[in-house]
């Protein structure tokens, strides 16, 4: 089974700064999809980015972006010019390739704080 | 606007209590999965159905059974809670096919004492 890790239970950034949020994950399958998604404070949780694993050019979001390193199985996001509402908790999500039920599995989470 | 809809934001139960948790989306995905949200353990699947009256085992099903006669609502049934169901339920939905990505109700906190 894949299992995905999100070293960082908390981040802070000043406004403005930039802040990158760790993600790594095991699996054996060469096939599959990454995601980031977003739950703000008692807001519904939200698709940021996501990355195909056969895509070698990292995806790109505005101000988000992400560090794919497939043969170190990492997946970090990058937050440039942080804003006051990007504090929320993070979640790194993996998706087998061979899954036709679109089942993800999650990280721990990281919630990420935002300093004014 | 796609919309997943949650029947209560927080709910508090009793030990032993049958416990009903409703989800529907108006957007005609096939897929619907109910989640269970812990501080640490992030998100972990317990049920999710691809079709109607087809439902599926998550990682964490013990204490739980889903029921879902409509296309667009899925529902959680805790046949007899315990208090470590105390948890956060999120409910999502999905296309079927693709890296479709999976669209999130609100939330239900509930609390079982």
């Known amino acids: 089974a894949q299992t995905v890790t999100q070293s960082q239970p908390e981040m802070s950034v000043q406004e403005a700064e930039t802040v990158t949020l760790s993600c790594t994950y095991d699996?054996?399958?060469?096939?599959?999809?990454l995601f980031w998604y977003k739950q703000p404070p008692s807001r519904q949780m939200i698709l940021v980015i996501r990355q195909e694993a056969y895509k070698q050019q990292n995806a790109t979001e505005n101000r988000f972006s992400v560090n794919f390193q497939k043969a170190a199985k990492s997946f970090s996001l990058k937050i440039s010019d942080s804003q006051l509402g990007d504090a929320a908790m993070y979640f790194c999500?993996?998706?087998?390739?061979?899954?036709?039920?679109?089942?993800?599995?999650f990280g721990g989470g990281t919630r990420l704080m935002v300093k004014p | 606007d796609v919309k997943v809809t949650q029947s209560s934001r927080y709910l508090v139960k009793r030990t032993g209590e049958k416990v009903f948790l409703e989800c529907v989306q108006d957007?005609?995905?096939?897929?619907m999965f109910w989640y269970r949200q812990d501080p640490g353990l992030g998100l972990r699947l317990i049920y999710f159905?691809?079709?109607?009256?087809?439902?599926e085992k998550g990682d964490i099903p013990e204490g739980y059974s889903v029921s879902r006669e409509k296309k667009e609502r899925f529902s959680l049934i805790l046949e007899s809670a315990s208090t470590n169901q105390t948890s956060m339920y999120l409910c999502?939905?999905?296309?079927?096919?693709?890296?479709?990505?999976?669209?999130f109700g609100p939330g239900t906190r509930l609390t079982v004492l």
């Open positions: 999500a993996y998706r087998s390739g061979n899954n036709a039920g679109n089942m993800l599995t």
């Open positions: 159905s691809y079709d109607v009256k087809m439902k």
């Open positions: 957007m005609d995905h096939e897929n």
């Open positions: 999502a939905s999905s296309q079927w096919r693709g890296y479709n990505e999976q669209f």
């Open positions: 699996t054996s399958e060469s096939d599959y999809y």
